[in-house]
């Protein structure tokens, strides 16, 4: 089934579906998993359309291209078009909260970054955005103290709180749209906790926003 935005209460969006536009190295405890450098700046990357998958279908992991992490992170849909905007501009823009897998060819990344290469076929290839439904942002009134965390095979592996973005939300979507105009459906991914592992055939997994929703998938 193709992908459309819609509420955890069933109710599709009105919105196209865009790109998702990332920021790298937004969590310390994960810049230190991973032995990487703090940035100066945000560090952004892009996946395209094509990437967003739902996550009422399986998980389809790429073949014969090394381990595939998880890195789960709090997605943010934008609602207006935002064009070099300020942090009171992205507030008001946000048209809902959800939870999305930023899936990573470990060793492919890591291979090109060793080259100075780009990252985008480590990144941003078909079906690396599972994205859940989207809360309201009213329902999620102080988005940037919320609880994310995920389990795999009932075990959690993630688990993190937006307070300790080193670039919080909406500052982070005004330094994208100076860079990137964000359109009315695009999905802003914001950094992922410590706890980036790979995953497996037949792996259940759990995604988990505020201690309140919860959303289920397996990978095929």
Excluded at 26 to 32: K, T
Excluded at 158 to 167: D, K, L, P, S, V
Excluded at 175 to 185: D, E, I, N
Excluded at 208 to 219: D, E, P
Aim: glycine fraction near 10%; aromatic fraction near 4%; charge should be negative.
């Amino acid at each position: 089934m193709e992908y459309r935005h819609s509420y955890v209460d069933g109710n599709t969006i009105d919105l196209p579906v865009g790109k998702v536009v990332c920021i790298g190295r937004n969590y310390l405890d994960h810049i230190h998993e991973l032995g990487n450098a703090v940035p100066e700046a945000p560090l952004l990357f892009m996946k395209p359309s094509m990437a967003i998958v739902g996550l009422d279908a399986p998980l389809r992991l790429p073949e014969r291209s090394g381990p595939v992490h998880h890195e789960l992170e709090l997605a943010v849909l934008i609602g207006r078009r935002l064009t070099a905007t300020s942090a009171a501009g992205a507030r008001e823009a946000i048209a809902g909260y959800g939870l999305a897998l930023d899936l990573t060819l470990r060793e492919v990344q890591n291979g090109l970054k060793q080259k100075g290469q780009p990252w985008e076929v480590a990144k941003a290839f078909d079906g690396s955005c599972p994205l859940s439904p989207f809360v309201r942002p009213e329902q999620l009134p102080n988005p940037q103290a919320a609880d994310i965390e995920l389990r795999v095979n009932g075990e959690v592996r993630q688990r993190g709180n937006t307070g300790q973005m080193m670039h919080p939300i909406a500052d982070l979507i005004a330094a994208m749209s100076r860079h990137f105009t964000l359109l009315p459906g695009d999905v802003v991914l914001t950094g992922t906790p410590a706890g980036v592992a790979a995953l497996a055939p037949g792996d259940r997994l759990e995604l988990c926003l505020n201690g309140h929703w919860i959303f289920s998938t397996r990978v095929g």
